[in-house]
């Protein structure tokens, strides 16, 4: 008897295969022997295995070097360079999406075109280009003796043709088409005796076919899952969770492989109870087929940005992939340090930089910043630092010298190393095995002879890395699958559902070669070639899937974004057509599902925080007392618990509290060393120009870093017209000294302490009111934006933060308000004084003498003394409820909540729906 030979189309198709065959000889035999099941590239493995242990192989027939398909892509690479730079015509050509297109061309040409073809075909300027570089592809794999996997087939099938092997039976599995090459393969192995048959698949439809027509395909998915736990419970009463098997097929797995994965996490645990899978490698009751990118799996990612910091120094990152690198588990050194570095690295805002200048920065400002990174890091990066101006480093390597280097980086930053936080998990620890066999791989390439810089074999070797197709081993039983269309070939399954049926789908739309004659193409039907063939490919699938299992539903989704989806025409299938209608089920996300098992919420009014113990200092100086006035619930988050202080945004450009900054900085050193309006007056233009620039440079030195020369260079000469045109405005008060710069006070209000920094105080001589002829104060806040200081007239005022201002100076105050300088709008004075000949003469100054003596007016017959003390006895009651601990959710205008930090504590269209019952309407009025 014949030994019998099992070939399936696909490995996941040989493991169930296998156990399948098992299963039948331990049910009719004491003892069972393995089949001998394999996909056809491991026969061929195998055979010439064999054929060289028995001699019947000679080794002196051997190619010097089997290449891989990628090897194979890059000397297609070449040739299109070396064309490109032939005929520079050509230079539009995006070379890797060439080469790639021209590497499948030259596959197909091989195995479905002969060499008489070239001849008689109709030559387009794109089939002319690719015979021209297949002639030359072929010389280079000549010359070198090496093989392609199209040539090696050929070189198989002749061998295989002069050295048959022994009689057996070969039995194909999941076929649903024949190519060429196999063909010939067949034909060998029955010239030479064998017998050769293909397991016909039977297309009795399933008993039991019903048909869902989902509003969209997140419905559709959600159905599925459902339809999963469902049928696990289901047939879990009656088999073994081993035995059982559950399809799931999708022609779009790659679209649906994320969400679908979410969504049967959630239903699987609500049915059964499973532990959540918030951790890598957890227990689950279902496999996805399709694996992943290594290049995206968390590990590996790092293990690339590691050697990119590393091998790369000079080259300028962005903050983004600075902080993803920095806070990864898996870079070197204590996680709880690195993020807490990476928090106040944040504060530079350095958005692009070179990592070797930070590691500089950081050793100059021990005193700022010490041991900011963690210790074993920083060594690290300090000597890769050092090496970076070595022309030795940062020269030509050759292949093996970069993968050294490679290998020694890795080492260094223990890459891949248990960390106190935790060690890799299973799944983790598969995926640094698979890199480094990429790693090894990768060195075995025939990548060219000739050096090349770091960055040429890191590109090199990212590309590999991406095309690398990774899926962990699952040890757990799964008893849902969720495949692809051809990888659920062949295989049988307990129930199975078919989702993303539209017809824009299935079948699939063609992709007919660009390098091939059209025509040929459809007449040699080669795959991908015209929608005849691919509708005719899917029918036979369809059909097949239709008898894999005793029951089926098929499902599509009639809306697809913001257009009408249809349903896949194969649906129409004779098999099909009779489907009946899928019962929609009650779906309820695992959130909603715990809510609704709750307890029945009690509403409780809980407006009260803890008080601020009286001598302790306020968070936030003068910042908390305007949160609390425009929502107390709001600055006891964003303050008290700390909401504000979350991570900065690192991004390009100088960012407007930088210009914000740098006037503060500029205007403080000028006043310190002009201090008086006379001196100022004595200054001409060019005097005032030349100290702006000496201030702005020193001013600017943290920006250095960060941006270039010439960035600097326009901002510098757009912030000095600015500030000369504030001096400008400065020139025209009256006479005035600047007193106090940037000073910093802590009073104590309301038993607890602030701490304030007030920007400018000048000294005034007072020409009219009860001043008149002396010294007064006038306070003047800086600001960049927008301010008004008719917001201290309002009731209750909304800028205490200059009314806190007259808790540090009480006595022969004349004025206070803003310094706009604004880079849209222009400078200007925004005060508000006792009397005309504080300021400037203009509508910028408001005059409270004038508010006074209107008749009818909020402040008739006031005096200046007693709306200052009721400014303080406002910023006193602020303060006071503060230190209480009021932190009720009311507010005035909503704008106000706009750039709350804690906005989502704040739970506001919550309170507004609350108040909407109240009746509120939205004014502006308390709410």
Request: proline share 5%.
């Amino acid at each position: 008897m014949m030994p019998t030979v099992h070939i399936t189309a696909n490995s996941r198709l040989t493991g169930f295969l296998k156990q399948a065959l098992l299963a039948d000889q331990w049910a009719t035999q004491s003892v069972a022997k393995t089949p001998a099941v394999m996909t056809w590239n491991q026969w061929w493995q195998e055979w010439e295995q064999e054929a060289l242990l028995s001699g019947r192989l000679a080794l002196n027939a051997w190619p010097s070097k089997r290449l891989s398909a990628f090897e194979a892509q890059l000397i297609w690479e070449s040739l299109v360079d070396d064309k490109i730079q032939a005929e520079p015509q050509l230079a539009l050509l995006n070379e890797t999406a060439t080469a790639k297109q021209l590497y499948q061309a030259w596959c197909f040409w091989s195995e479905y075109f002969d060499d008489q073809d070239e001849q008689t075909i109709f030559q387009t300027d794109e089939v002319r280009l690719f015979l021209a570089l297949k002639d030359d592809y072929q010389k280079r794999l000549k010359e070198q003796n090496w093989q392609d996997d199209v040539l090696t087939m050929q070189w198989r099938l002749r061998w295989l043709q002069e050295r048959p092997v022994t009689s057996a039976r070969f039995v194909l599995h999941g076929f649903d088409e024949i190519t060429p090459f196999m063909q010939q393969w067949m034909n060998r192995l029955r010239e030479a005796g064998n017998e050769v048959m293909i397991a016909e698949a039977d297309e009795a439809p399933a008993r039991q076919q019903r048909r869902y027509a989902a509003m969209n395909p997140q419905d559709e998915m959600q159905q599925a899952a459902l339809w999963c736990a469902e049928t696990l419970q289901r047939l879990g009463e009656t088999k073994a969770a081993k035995d059982i098997r559950i399809g799931v097929v999708a022609p779009n797995l790659n679209d649906i492989q994320q969400g679908f994965s979410a969504l049967l996490d959630e239903v699987l645990f609500q049915r059964f109870g499973q532990a959540l899978p918030l951790k890598t490698g957890r227990r689950v009751l279902y496999n996805v087929s399709l694996g992943e990118s290594l290049a995206n799996t968390p590990i590996v990612q790092n293990a690339l940005q590691t050697l990119n910091l590393a091998l790369l120094p000079d080259k300028r990152l962005s903050y983004a992939d600075w902080s993803a690198w920095l806070v990864s588990p898996y870079t070197l050194g204590a996680l709880p340090q690195r993020q807490k570095a990476d928090a106040q690295l944040r504060r530079l805002q350095w958005a692009s930089f070179k990592w070797p200048n930070l590691v500089t920065w950081l050793e100059q400002q021990e005193n700022h910043w010490p041991t900011l990174l963690p210790k074993p890091l920083m060594t690290v990066l300090q000597k890769i630092s050092a090496k970076s101006s070595d022309r030795k480093y940062t020269g030509r390597l050759s292949l093996h010298a970069f993968l050294e280097r490679v290998e020694r980086v890795l080492q260094q930053f223990q890459w891949g190393g248990s960390r106190p936080e935790r060690a890799l998990t299973s799944i983790e620890t598969q995926q640094k095995e698979a890199f480094l066999e990429c790693l090894g791989r990768f060195s075995q390439l025939h990548l060219g002879d000739e050096a090349q810089n770091a960055q040429a074999w890191l590109n090199l070797l990212k590309r590999f890395v991406a095309e690398t197709v990774h899926q962990p081993q699952t040890k757990d039983v799964v008893p849902i699958q969720v495949v692809g269309m051809l990888e659920a070939g062949g295989q049988t399954f307990d129930a199975l559902w078919v989702l993303g049926l539209t017809d824009e789908a299935w079948p699939r739309p063609p992709s007919p070669n660009p390098f091939l004659p059209m025509p040929m193409q459809r007449e040699r039907a080669v795959p991908r070639a015209d929608a005849q063939r691919e509708l005719q490919y899917a029918q036979k699938i369809t059909r097949r899937l239709a008898a894999s299992a005793e029951q089926v539903v098929w499902s599509y989704a009639t809306q697809l974004e913001d257009r009408v989806a249809l349903p896949s025409p194969l649906l129409n299938l004779p098999s099909l057509a009779m489907a009946e209608p899928y019962p929609a089920r009650d779906y309820r996300s695992l959130a909603v599902a715990q809510y609704q098992q709750a307890a029945p919420i009690e509403w409780e009014e809980d407006a009260q925080a803890p008080p601020v113990p009286l001598g302790e200092r306020a968070p936030g100086g003068s910042g908390i007392l305007t949160a609390q006035n425009k929502c107390p619930l709001m600055a006891f988050i964003d303050f008290r618990l700390g909401a504000r202080q979350q991570l900065e945004d690192v991004a390009e450009g100088m960012r407007a509290n930088h210009l914000g900054t740098l006037v503060h900085e500029v205007l403080e050193a000028f006043w310190r060393d002009v201090q008086t309006q006379n001196t100022l007056l004595a200054l001409d233009d060019d005097n005032l120009v030349a100290k702006l620039h000496t201030f702005l440079d020193e001013a600017m030195q943290p920006l250095m870093q960060q941006f270039d020369d010439h960035y600097l260079a326009l901002e510098k000469e757009r912030i000095t017209e600015l500030l000369m045109n504030w001096l400008a405005l400065e020139k025209q008060r009256p006479s005035f000294k600047v007193v106090a710069f940037e000073e910093v006070h802590t009073p104590t209000i309301a038993g607890i302490e602030f701490k304030i920094k007030i920007d400018r105080v000048d000294a005034v001589l007072a020409e009219e009111g009860e001043n008149s002829g002396e010294a007064v104060s006038v306070i003047l806040d800086y600001k960049t934006g927008k301010a008004s200081v008719k917001d201290l007239l309002k009731e209750p005022i909304e800028a205490p933060q200059l009314a806190v201002y007259l808790h540090a100076y009480r006595d022969a105050v004349a004025g206070l308000g803003y310094g706009i300088l604004h880079s849209d709008d222009g400078v200007r004075f925004n005060t508000l004084v006792a009397d005309d000949g504080v300021m400037l003469k203009d509508r910028s100054q408001l005059v409270f003498a004038k508010e006074s003596g209107k008749e009818g007016g909020d402040y008739e017959g006031v005096t200046w003394t007693d709306f200052l003390n009721g400014l303080r006895d406002e910023v006193e009651a602020l303060a006071e409820s503060i230190q209480q601990g009021r932190a009720e959710m009311t507010f005035r205008d909503e704008k106000d909540l706009a750039y709350a930090a804690g906005a989502l504590a704040l739970r506001l269209p919550e309170v507004k729906s609350q108040l909407a019952k109240a009746g509120w309407q939205g004014s502006e009025e308390d709410a």
